[in-house]
């Protein structure tokens, strides 16, 4: 009996003590939301079974980072079409003549847009079309 107060003294002290840790609260690890993305051109018309010709890695926030040649310009295009791919796109040059033949070339965005999920892909009836309807777009320009 003469144990039970000290136990239940022990016992409260440890409850305070735990309280007084507090719990971890839920916080981001950066002020941005992670924007980091994979570009691919490849020969074919299904993504999986493409072969990729060339690829590069873009990330934008907090900067502009990765292996693209231009990483500035391509973050600032992705940022002006708020993160859709299919704005990048547009109508092809009538002045390009592209030749009518069919050797698909697929180009595709896969990561992390402003902290979203993006898996995108388009596929073109050759590269001049991809040429003429990319039209110099600084995302697909590496």
């Known amino acids: 009996m003469r144990f039970r107060r000290p136990a239940a003294v022990s016992a409260v002290a440890l409850l305070c ?8 609260q839920a916080r981001p690890d950066s002020l941005y939301a992670p924007s980091a993305m994979v570009f691919s051109v490849a020969q074919g ?3 999986a079974a493409a072969t ?26 992705l940022k002006s079409s ?5 704005r990048l796109l547009s109508e092809p ?3 390009r003549a592209c030749p009518m033949h069919y050797a698909p070339v697929t180009v595709s965005a896969d990561g992390v847009w402003e902290g979203r999920r993006v898996a995108w892909d388009h596929t073109f ?3 001049c079309t991809m040429a003429a309807t ?3 777009n600084a995302v697909f320009a590496f």
């Open 82 to 86: 708020a993160g859709s791919f299919d």
């Open 17 to 24: 003590l735990a309280g007084a840790t507090g719990i971890a």
């Open 125 to 127: 009836a050759n590269s």
């Open 134 to 136: 990319l039209n110099g």
């Open 45 to 47: 018309d299904d993504t």
């Open 93 to 95: 040059d009538p002045d």
């Open 52 to 77: 990729v010709v060339r690829a590069t890695t873009l990330s934008c926030a907090p900067g502009a980072r990765g292996t693209h040649p231009d990483p500035q310009a391509a973050c600032a295009a």
